[in-house]
């Protein structure tokens, strides 16, 4: 069985400043790994994804993640914060060939202080 | 290009009471997940249907049920509904075979409350 833990529920930043957002997880076979983004009253939004191929992945808005085996690590890093930054944020697994099937983190709130 | 869709946004039930959420996928996908996601916890998986048919099920009671239609669109149904069963309720479509750069597409959520 795969899982995810996230750590620090929440992460307050200055404007400008670096974002990183920890992600780590367990899984029998090499996964998928993905980070989504919440905003107040909504959906999810898929920031990025790693599906095997490069192990530094570029997402929307300026974040990133780097797939680091040795460390079963998927952290999130943008490296200047926006206000419009503020959200939650969600790590996911999935296995290949799972269909999407994804188990997630309990998410990591993002303030971003003016 | 209409994405996820989800009826109805909000929702207020009592206990004891059943409830059905719907969903219509993004054009062009024919598999939908249901998620539930309690308030500042993570989504939680609950099943995904595939030709009309539960394919995958995550830990949820029986209560729990769904039903997918020719169209791909799809039913979420919570029986005897619990105070715990508040949450919102996210479906997500994708499309089965889709190449492992394919993407799953999330919709808005119905957020059910039981009193």
């Known amino acids: 069985a795969q899982s995810v833990t996230q750590l620090g529920s929440h992460v307050s930043v200055s404007e400008g400043a670096l974002v990183l957002l920890r992600c780590n997880y367990s899984?029998?076979?090499?996964?998928?790994l993905f980070w989504y983004v919440q905003y107040p009253n909504q959906g999810l939004q898929l920031l990025l994804k790693y599906t095997s191929a490069a192990t530094l992945v570029k997402g929307i808005n300026g974040f990133e993640a780097e797939f680091k085996k040795s460390e079963t690590s998927f952290h999130l890093t943008k490296p200047s914060a926006h206000m419009s930054d503020a959200a939650e944020y969600f790590c996911?697994?999935?296995?290949?060939?799972?269909?999407?099937?994804?188990?997630f983190g309990k998410g990591t709130l993002l303030t971003v202080n003016p | 290009d209409a994405g996820v869709t989800q009826s109805p946004t909000h929702l207020i039930k009592t206990r004891g009471q059943q409830v059905t959420l719907r969903c219509s996928p993004k054009?062009?996908?024919?598999?939908v997940s249901w998620y539930q996601q309690a308030l500042g916890q993570g989504p939680q998986f609950i099943f995904q249907?595939?030709?009309?048919?539960?394919?995958q099920r995550g830990n949820f009671p029986d209560r729990f049920s769904g039903h997918q239609f020719p169209n791909y669109s799809s039913e979420l149904n919570v029986n005897a509904l619990l105070l715990g069963d508040s949450a919102l309720y996210l479906c997500?479509?994708?499309?089965?075979?889709?190449?492992?750069?394919?993407?799953?597409?999330f919709g808005p959520g119905t957020r059910l409350t039981v009193l």
């Open positions: 997500a479509s994708s499309l089965a075979g889709g190449p492992r750069t394919d993407t799953q597409y």
């Open positions: 996911a697994v999935s296995l290949p060939g799972s269909n999407y099937k994804l188990t």
């Open positions: 899984s029998s076979v090499p996964p998928y």
């Open positions: 249907y595939y030709e009309e048919e539960e394919r």
């Open positions: 054009s062009g996908h024919d598999t």
